[in-house]
């Protein structure tokens, strides 16, 4: 079945950087567009990056981030990745990966980013 796994979260402080990654399973993953999404506490799940199937790097970004995110594939690994530059206190979240299959959207179980000094 269908898997998506986050790892990389942690506990950064501002300004600092992190990757995060999604090892994904059970479907063509180089056919489906990836994701990434955060949901920061009391707030609502938000999209942050989208890439496409065929791109490598970069792709649409929530205009919040001010460019300082980077998503990234791996189709011969079926990873994908989520360099974070710059990071501030408001981008503590959980992250989440995920991808639409048909009608279904499949997500991983989140991975904690919290930035604080």
């Known amino acids: 079945q269908v898997q998506l796994v986050e790892s990389g979260g942690g506990l950064v402080q501002p300004g600092g950087s992190l990757r995060l990654s999604c090892a994904a399973s059970?479907?063509?993953?180089?056919?489906?567009?990836m994701y990434w999404y955060r949901q920061a506490p009391g707030k609502e799940r938000l999209l942050i990056a989208t890439?496409?199937?065929?791109?490598?790097?970069?792709?649409h970004y929530a205009e919040f981030l001010e460019g300082r995110f980077t998503i990234s594939r791996d189709n011969a690994n079926n990873m994908v990745y989520l360099q974070m530059n710059s990071l501030k206190p408001e981008d503590t979240a959980v992250y989440y990966c995920?991808?639409?299959?048909?009608?279904?959207?499949?997500w991983g179980q989140g991975t904690q980013v919290t930035v604080s000094s």
């Open positions: 059970g479907f063509t993953f180089s056919t489906f567009a």
């Open positions: 890439i496409t199937p065929e791109t490598r790097s970069g792709g």
């Open positions: 995920n991808t639409l299959i048909g009608l279904t959207n499949y």
